[in-house]
């Protein structure tokens, strides 16, 4: 089953990039620069961000339908991040390395299933979830902290 996982669009950020810290806290959001060792995973481009790159930290509503599903969680996005993610059977390097909670959607945005898998195994669950014509998209969360990680739907 091909499949394409999406990273965040740039342009719902567009209006934090560049504020000043005083600013980005009126928006509820914080820049971080990341230090020696990176580790910081942008979802816009899904990748990890290097040594000092500038991301900004905010709440974001991964699952906006209106369900008792409905979710929000801290994501970092950066800021000189223009074009997202867009691939098709393949999976993102920095997701291959994490632990992921993958959740499948149906069509009225209810949760149909679930389950926390290697990145790099995660080919095969998509696949699985796929099979079932009730499950319209998934998300994937790195599954330490919990946050949003992308999107993935049918090819």
């Not at 669009?9 to 060792?37: C, M, N, T, W, Y």
């Not at 339908?65 to 994501?75: C, F, G, Q, V």
């Not at 867009?86 to 994490?98: A, C, G, N, S």
């Not at 945005?109 to 696949?127: F, N, R």
Request: net charge negative; charged share 25%; proline share 5%.
């Amino acid at each position: 089953m091909a499949f394409r996982v999406l990273g965040l669009d740039p342009q719902q950020f567009s209006h934090l990039v560049g504020l000043s810290d005083e600013e980005l806290a009126k928006h509820g959001a914080r820049r971080k620069i990341v230090g020696a060792g990176g580790g910081i995973p942008d979802r816009i481009s899904v990748r990890e961000a290097l040594e000092g790159e500038s991301l900004i930290l905010l709440n974001y509503v991964h699952q906006p339908a209106d369900t008792p599903y409905r979710a929000s969680h801290a994501i970092f996005v950066l800021e000189s991040a223009t074009e997202r993610c867009d691939i098709v059977d393949e999976i993102p390097d920095l997701m291959k390395t994490r632990l992921i909670s993958l959740r499948a959607f149906g069509p009225d945005h209810e949760l149909k299933s679930a389950d926390v898998i290697l990145g790099d195994q995660l080919p095969t669950l998509i696949g699985k979830f796929f099979e079932n014509d009730n499950v319209a998209y998934l998300h994937a969360h790195y599954a330490k902290p919990g946050c949003y990680a992308a999107l993935i739907e049918r090819a």
